[in-house]
């Protein structure tokens, strides 16, 4: 027996039908095909699975879709503009963090994360958030500097707004 669900996803409402016991993750990237958002562990642990749910990063290896009812939901599809990347994106990309790629997303989605909800989040802050997640490419210096950046680029586009 399936269910309705709608909400929003990246700005567009949308309405799908689900099997009750369908986890987050299983409707975003096989139902709606948005599959930048990674499966990794399937036990909360990884991180690779998060998005903004409402504001907050969440990982949705780990949550029923039918608790996303009536959400605002971002995935990682939602922030470029066209071909012009979220400076969370650019950041991330410069500063060397993307070896294999995989954890990226959920890399990228923890920092928009907290940095829509705080511009101003100390190093702390930042290194907590990462923490979340695991990489076994890189040695996590080239994560923490694209954080570091991905943060100045966020206040100065918010200052132009």
């Known amino acids: 027996m399936t269910e309705k669900l709608t909400f929003k996803v990246n700005g567009v409402e949308r309405t799908v039908e689900v099997e009750p016991e369908m986890m987050l993750i299983d409707v975003i990237r096989d139902v709606l095909n948005l599959t930048g958002t990674k499966l990794g562990c399937d036990n909360s642990t990884c991180g690779t699975c998060v998005v903004v749910m409402n504001g907050k990063p969440i990982k949705s290896c780990n949550l029923p879709a039918a608790k996303a009812a009536g959400a605002d939901l971002v995935t990682v599809e939602g922030l470029a503009k066209g071909m012009e990347l979220h400076p969370i994106q650019t950041a991330i990309s410069e500063s060397g963090a993307v070896q294999c790629g995989f954890c990226t997303p959920g890399i990228v989605m923890e920092l ?50």
């Open 112 to 161: 928009y994360g907290l940095l829509e909800a705080n511009p101003e989040a100390s190093e702390q802050e930042m290194s907590n958030a990462l923490n979340k997640h695991l990489c076994r490419c890189t040695g996590y210096e080239p994560i923490r500097d694209g954080a570091l950046i991905a943060q100045k680029m966020v206040q100065e586009q918010k200052k132009i707004k």
